[in-house]
């Protein structure tokens, strides 16, 4: 016999009520009790044991094996705690990116980049993006090391290299090279190398805070390894890139630590044939979809200013 189809409010509680049970199971598996799960939730014992009966019922499988003393998820239950964690954190993102799609950026904005990147490239750009949001207030964190975000309370970072595979959102604005570099008059006196193991005869300044061994890698395919000896030692790059424009020797830097100097014709670069791949450089934040008004715009504004960089490009 033909029936009425449901009306669509019916279908609507239904979702309603399946999102509600995952998020019971999720807390569950997190707190490991039901009784600190409903006191949480402000629910009864009872409403809360039927969540997972209901589940378990949709699913044809026991989630959970429960005990006088522990709750524990069963193999099936553990794989779709997993899945549930992703649809509950879909619809966070979801719900988040429409209400505040139009939400003014407001609050502390924190950034963080390498030392050497963020003082010539990011602090104009952070301080031309508070200028056009008078409500953010700006603190910038510029560290020669990997960052944790979440755990050092960062909202962005500029991270120039491979990311490793995480939950972060990165949006990728541009590349760097590796660069052996000179001056023009060190050149005239100590002649150009025409391949890598020519740095063996020529004196090196070494940046020890970027790269600590001495072995120099090159080519893109197959690889060549230099052992260089350097003659001077330093332990930043804005020193070592001092004594290489000074004309004393030749320091492996990063493009972008010398693009002004290359277009001044105060350094320039040798052995570009023989480069590694280039390393691209990111903006990451752990928010995603769910990203503040603040952190939204300050991607957008950021990604825009470095993608026109051409010394990062």
Known sequence: MWRYPSPPHFWRRKILD???????LV??????SF?????????SPPAVSRAVAGLEDLVGARLLTRTTRSVKLTEIGGRYVDDCRQILTAIEEAEAAASGSFAKPTGSLTITASVMFG?????PIVTEFLDTYPEVTGRLVFLDRVTNLVDEGLDVAIRIGHLPDSSYSAIRVGSVRRVVCGAPDYFERAGI?????????????????AWTSLDWRFGRGEKETVRV?????CNSNPAAIEAARSGWGLTRVLSYQVGPDLVAGKLQTVLEEYEEEPLPVHIVHPEGRNASAKVRAFVDFAGEKLRANRFIN
């Open 18 to 24: 399946r999102i509600h049970a995952m998020r019971v």
């Open 27 to 32: 807390r569950i598996a997190d707190n490991g």
């Open 35 to 43: 009784a600190e799960t409903a006191r949480q939730l402000n629910m």
């Open 119 to 123: 003082q010539i490239y990011i602090l």
């Open 193 to 209: 190398p025409a391949m890598p193991a020519d740095l063996t005869t020529h004196r090196i300044i070494a940046a020890t805070s």
């Open 229 to 233: 000896s350097p003659s001077l030692f």
